[in-house]
């Protein structure tokens, strides 16, 4: 066993690929070994000793949704936050406000509503993008264009190209966890592993971009974790779509699921490093501070992880299981520098708009 462990470290070391029998011995190593090992991988792929974030807001339009996750706090039938449905100008005065504080990207976020058909879609889009051309439109999700596809009759293709047309510039990945038999009992009327992957095969298909989050600690195993990372690396190979990968730990409280014990902060950071190693062909992985808190998103930032995500001016979905982290871009400045690295505001494409310099 120990000669297997000197080999794998050297393996990693090396910058090579390792497999997912390999990443699944990874979570009964020493925390702080790991953690080295994520961030040498880190180097290999990303040198420079920046950390990342963006000024966004996620506008949720509506939380009328028919999916009905169990790991969900949010949606109307949760019975947790009353049903809503924003009009298009309130989306506006939320974009504007986004404005007003310096942002550059609105993320449009809803669940898979009953009643909206593509026009309505293509009007969320179309007024954002004739009020405020310059905003990155980051919006929907995986599960939602597949809705509305079905709904629709429409191949993913052409419905993607028809939302892109109308102003949409790419989409999150919102994977939640790539592994059909723990989908089947936490998501059951969501999209399948596969469907998942079709999406980003048409994202693809117009060079758009894209990225992969995860929700763990739902139940599943160490092995579902690694066959949710493998379908990331393979649909990265084949695509090049996701431009950075976001695990976070799921927070049972308000939800269906609130027997399931909270995953800790050791085993985030591990799913960080571990996600750093394996996915050898991802550049950015997110300190996930929404649900973490900052002082662990700190700590990530030396296992692996150099980008902080968004500044996030509005968020409601994780807020109603009762987390409420909320950070600044003064914040956010301190806590990277603190890290030993230097903050960078970036944009949606990763490239960057300022640099902050580390105070000596």
């Known amino acids: 066993m120990e000669q297997y462990k000197k080999v794998l470290k050297e393996k990693i070391e090396s910058g090579e690929r390792i497999s997912s029998e390999d990443a699944i011995t990874l979570f009964a190593w020493d925390l702080i070994e790991l953690g080295k090992l994520g961030d040498l991988r880190r180097k290999l792929v990303f040198p420079e000793e920046l950390v990342g974030f963006i ?14 996750c169990a790991f969900c706090a949010y949606h109307a039938k949760a019975n947790r936050v009353p049903s809503y449905e924003l009009s298009n100008d309130e989306i506006i005065e939320k974009v504007n406000s986004l404005k007003d504080a310096g942002g550059s990207q609105v993320m449009l976020q809803g669940g898979l509503h009953p009643e909206y058909r593509l026009d309505k879609y293509i009007d969320m889009i179309r007024i954002v993008r004739k009020t405020f051309p310059e905003v990155f439109i980051h919006s929907f999700s995986p599960s939602e264009l597949v809705h509305i596809s079905k709904k629709e009759g429409l191949d993913l293709i052409t419905l993607l190209g028809t939302l892109r047309d109308a ?21 059951p009327k969501k999209i399948k592993t596969g469907e998942w992957c079709e999406v980003m095969d048409a994202l693809h298909h117009y060079g758009m971009k894209s990225s992969a989050t995860m929700t763990y600690g739902m139940g599943e195993s160490y092995e579902d974790r690694i066959e949710h990372l493998r379908v990331i690396r393979d649909v990265q190979d084949r695509t090049g779509v996701i431009r950075a990968f976001i695990p976070w730990s799921f927070s049972p409280a308000s939800t269906q699921m609130e027997d399931i014990v909270p995953a800790t902060g050791i085993e985030y950071l591990k799913m960080v490093a571990i996600g750093r190693i394996f996915l050898d062909n991802v550049t950015y992985i997110q300190a996930g501070w929404l649900t973490e808190g900052m002082k662990l998103a700190q700590i990530a930032l030396t296992m692996g992880a150099n980008d902080m995500g968004g500044v996030l001016m509005e968020e409601v979905v994780v807020k109603a299981t009762g987390i409420e982290t909320k950070t600044n871009m003064d914040e956010m400045i301190t806590i990277i520098r603190n890290a030993g690295k230097t903050p960078v505001l970036r944009d949606s494409q990763y490239e960057v708009l300022r640099k902050f310099k580390i105070e000596k």
């Open 55 to 68: 000024i966004d807001r996620i506008i949720n339009y509506s939380n009328i949704c028919e999916a009905g």
């Open 167 to 187: 102003g949409l510039n790419s989409m999150p990945g919102a994977s939640d966890i790539l592994v059909d038999h723990v989908r089947e009992r936490v998501s």
